[in-house]
């Protein structure tokens, strides 16, 4: 079973930049296409961004698209996304995932991002 550990998060300023991680315990974290989620509070988890499992293929929300850019290492069993010219709506909990809800893994504790105004 892969565990999924998030980190990256912080307060920042509108405008600013974030590099979140997320590392996968586990040999199989490179079958699979994974992505990043976000939930802000009183919403519902939404997509945020996604990686093919070789990290040839990239898709992004409407509200990440020119803003965030999804990498992944699967020699190292990391993931990343680098957030910048973030926004106040950016601020939620940030999850890492694999893309396909059929083959989802434990969800982390993810990691907080705040963007102050």
Avoid at 31 to 36: E, H, I, K, P
Wanted: proline share 3%; aromatic share 12%.
């Amino acid at each position: 079973q892969v565990q999924l550990v998030e980190s990256g998060g912080g307060l920042v300023q509108a405008g600013g930049s974030l590099r979140l991680s997320c590392a996968a315990s586990g040999r199989t974290f490179s079958l699979y296409g994974m992505g990043w989620f976000r939930q802000a509070p009183g919403k519902e988890r939404e997509f945020v961004a996604g990686i093919s499992w070789s990290g040839g293929i990239k898709h992004y929300a409407d509200s990440a698209k020119g803003r965030f850019t999804i990498s992944r290492d699967n020699a190292r069993n990391t993931m990343y996304l680098q957030m910048n010219m973030l926004k106040p709506d950016d601020t939620a909990v940030y999850y890492c995932n694999t893309n396909e809800q059929a083959l989802r893994f434990p969800w982390g504790q993810g990691t907080q991002v705040t963007v102050s105004s």
